[in-house]
């Protein structure tokens, strides 16, 4: 049967299980949009080709699948950069499918014609450019392959328009390939030099990152930390992969990690790091943070072993499959002189305590306290907004937390939060925002509302850049510059889309707003007016040592 390749594209995505893409028409994608209009793809209209990229990101994060956005040529592809670029740091599954100039006018400066592949190479697991029809089906099946296997990531698909229009012969596919994972007898000689160090172990730690939900680890973790009566600490990336609730459970360790799980960190001597990539801000000083203990280093990219910190022993391959080879080999462990000292941090840390006024520790806890034991997801932009709720939400379950971890893209978080909410349409989503990451992004709003999609947002609003500030004022004298934001009716803003916002600026105001938003079917906006003074506290001194605190 002859369709056209606009029509391969609707059918390739069906046959990927794609029932939502997020995007933005023009010129050069014009056939395609034509052809979805007799699909049953849901096409999510975005105001910004950014905001479609970061909403395929956020759909991908939230379910597991992977997201897919599509824009035109020339602006409309450079518009996905930065969000294909935070996927790419995150190692998220997005597709992107960007159309282009006819085959016969690339190359000659054609209107909206830009190189999409080379501008994207560095920031993408692969990409592609498809010149000819035939070879379009089995490229776009092939860009889902790389996309969701191994450690994922973003791929994009640039199809000039005179392939969307050509004909050709279209074959379904037989089957949607499933990815199985061996581990070799190499690895299997590490496991059990795995399990010999650890077995040994006075104080051992368990830190897991991102890659631990990707490869739904979780279950399995959580067996070799009870296993081994091991504290877990957690990444940026990995929060909810363990539960906050577990006894064993310390929290986010790295720049602005709880001190106790820093301090663990300091004091292991038996490091098991599955699915992180120990990145500079979890680190600190990489030779001291390895100082004195075994690294034992799970992850599925052969890459990442060695690149950051030298790891001892090295396992790579599916992160599930090799912690539960290690708990069939280990034995029951009881720490008790390694708990006796953790407790004793742990009493240290709980001696913070903060006033009656609106601050950042309480309004994160209040937020915990009120969503304990309920399944929400947490979306946050960057910033000092994004640190607090790290420190202090209570993350029962894996992808119900959602950040921009690697790139830290500020305008990351209203995007994300609405591709969350179309891949989890039963569970409510709460995005958190500064005031000067939300005025980036700040105009999907209006494609919250078109859609009416009941997401709360929180901007926590100091007039400012607040970690550009914190950053002025610890290592640059307090010179403040270019960091204060004029005043911004932000409920006018979001009225003008026709949502409900409004203001508080103390406790009782906020937990009034805030019960009433989570029981609400619209959309909701909260604008939280805290001081520009707050500080995001512990912070470790960045190449330092992962527990020398800079004193603010």
């Avoid at 199809?159 to 299997?188: C, H, M, N």
């Avoid at 799970?298 to 499959?321: F, R």
């Avoid at 008790?336 to 001696?351: C, F, L, N, V, Y």
Wanted: hydrophobic share 45%; net charge negative.
């Amino acid at each position: 049967m002859k369709i056209t390749g606009a029509q391969v594209i609707i059918e390739c995505l069906k046959e990927q299980g794609v029932d939502t893409v997020f995007g933005y028409p023009g010129g050069t994608i014009l056939p395609f949009y034509d052809a979805m209009i007799d699909s049953s793809l849901r096409h999510i209209l975005t105001v910004h080709e950014q905001g479609a990229a970061h909403a395929a990101d956020g759909y991908a994060r939230a379910s597991g699948r992977v997201g897919v956005c599509i824009a035109t040529s020339g602006p409309g592809a450079t518009n996905l950069i930065t969000g294909l670029a935070a996927a790419f740091m995150d190692s998220i599954p997005v597709v992107a499918i960007t159309g282009q100039v006819p085959t016969s006018m690339i190359g000659r400066d054609t209107f909206q014609e830009i190189d999409i592949t080379g501008m994207t190479m560095a920031i993408t697991k692969h990409n592609f450019i498809v010149k000819d029809v035939t070879k379009l089906a089995e490229t776009i099946r092939y860009a889902f392959r790389i996309a969701r296997s191994g450690r994922p990531g973003p791929v994009l698909v640039d199809i000039p328009r005179d392939v969307q229009t050509g004909q050709v012969d279209f074959e379904p596919a037989k089957s949607i390939e499933k990815y199985s994972w061996a581990v070799g007898q190499e690895v299997l000689k590490r496991i059990s030099s795995a399990v010999q160090a650890i077995e040994g172990a006075k104080k051992p730690v368990i830190i897991v990152g991102g890659g631990a939900i990707t490869a739904k680890a979780d279950k399995e973790i959580l067996t070799l930390a009870e296993k081994l009566q091991a504290p877990v600490v957690s990444t940026l990336m990995g929060l909810g992969a363990f539960k906050a609730s577990h006894p064993l459970f310390l929290g986010l360790t790295g720049m602005h990690g709880l001190k106790v799980a820093n301090n663990a960190v300091w004091e292991a001597d038996v490091l098991i790091a599955v699915g992180s990539r120990f990145g500079d801000r979890l680190t600190g000083d990489r030779e001291k943070y390895i100082e004195d203990k075994t690294v034992i280093h799970i992850d599925i990219d052969p890459a990442e072993i060695d690149k950051n910190v030298a790891a001892h022993i090295g396992l790579t391959g599916d992160l599930k499959i090799i912690v539960e080879l290690l708990n069939q080999q280990l034995s029951q462990k009881t720490p008790d002189a390694w708990w006796a000292m953790i407790r004793k941090w742990q009493q240290e840390e709980r001696g913070d305590s903060e006033g009656d006024a609106l601050s950042p520790q309480w309004i994160f806890r209040h937020i915990a306290e009120q969503t304990k034991g309920k399944d929400y997801i947490f979306v946050t932009d960057v910033g000092q907004h994004q640190m607090w709720a790290a420190q202090y939400l209570s993350l029962e379950t894996p992808r119900s937390w959602i950040t921009s971890g690697g790139l830290g893209a500020m305008g990351f978080g209203l995007p994300a939060a609405l591709g969350a909410q179309f891949a989890m349409p039963d569970k409510k989503v709460i995005h958190v925002a500064g005031d000067g990451g939300f005025k980036m992004t700040g105009a999907e709003l209006y494609t919250i509302a078109v859609n009416k999609l009941p997401i709360v947002s929180l901007i926590i609003n100091n007039n400012g850049l607040g970690m550009i500030r914190q950053l002025q004022h610890v290592f640059f004298d307090k010179h403040y510059t270019s960091c204060t934001l004029p005043d911004m009716n932000f409920v006018t803003f979001a009225a003008a889309f026709g949502v409900h916002a409004v203001s508080v600026g103390s406790p009782e105001e906020f937990a009034k707003e805030f019960k009433r938003a989570l029981f609400s079917n619209q959309p909701e906006v909260i604008v939280l007016n805290i001081s520009n003074e707050e500080l995001v506290t512990p912070m470790a001194n960045p190449g330092g040592a992962i527990n020398a605190y800079i004193d603010m």
